[in-house]
């Protein structure tokens, strides 16, 4: 099942299910309050019916408009860690999003007015289905509600100019996330999917989720132990090689230019690159 956020002509917005090229509203406000509001969401997001919208005309938000906790995990495909010249970390890193970076699968990327360094990151995103703590590895399926696509859009200078990787990680309307959340029944094996990012049709990213340093299960489970998981959660679980902070000399994006980042079976992210008001 593909559960998306609709923007409504009113300005309000709906989540709701995809189903043979339409989308089905649900009465959520988004995917988010959903997975809150039913522990059985996914038997409700089932048998829900509602008014129809064409999905290729549709205008789409992020599917989790407020997730609790945006986690995300830093030099987590090997290849990354090569091209930056890292040592292999022997534990996840980790650094926060706030809500506000978040913006829709087809929004602009805003670039920052105080930075000319602003990179992109395809990465898998993973969603949190139920509340979870200190889980073992059986029970991850259970927690996870499905997957997505993010793009960890970094601004690099901010990121490096301390220890801690917030500051460059969470300018507003920054990264974009989606265009669904991608349940288990039609994503069979998320660790074994073609990750990808072009910008301006050049293709500067090409992986696969066999490289994650810290899979799935160990990345759900090691932040079980940490806090609370909650529906809505959004784990970012790192990008491979191809960073425009790794190439000789470093490469940024800049206003005009138009980003895709596609995963295998959860579809595409296009956003084009605006400069800051």
Known sequence: MRLV??????????????????????????????????PEWERVAAEERGPTHDLATAGLAQPILFPPKIIGVGLNYVSHIQEMGNETPKHPILFAKYARALTGPRDPIVLPRVSDKVDWEVELAIVIGQEARHIHPHEVTRVVAGYSIINDVSVRDWQMRTGQFLSGKTFERST?????????????????????????GEVVQQ????????????????????????????????????????????????????????IEGLGELVNPCVAEE
């Open 207 to 262: 992986g696969n989720t066999s490289d994650l340093l810290f899979g799935i299960v160990e990345l759900v489970c090691y932040l079980s132990q940490i806090f609370t998981l909650d529906p809505g959660d959004v784990i970012a679980t790192g990008t491979p090689s191809g960073v425009g902070a790794g190439r000789k000399p470093p490469v940024f994006l800049k206003p005009g230019q138009v980003v895709r980042t596609s």
């Open 176 to 200: 974009p996330l989606g265009p669904a959340l991608v349940t288990h029944g039609e994503l069979l094996y998320p660790g074994e999917l073609e990750v990808q990012c072009e910008v301006d």
């Open 5 to 38: 956020t609709l923007r409504r002509e009113d300005g309000t917005t709906r989540a709701g299910r995809v189903e043979d090229g339409e989308i089905v509203e649900l009465p959520f406000e988004d995917v988010g309050a959903l997975l809150s509001h039913h």
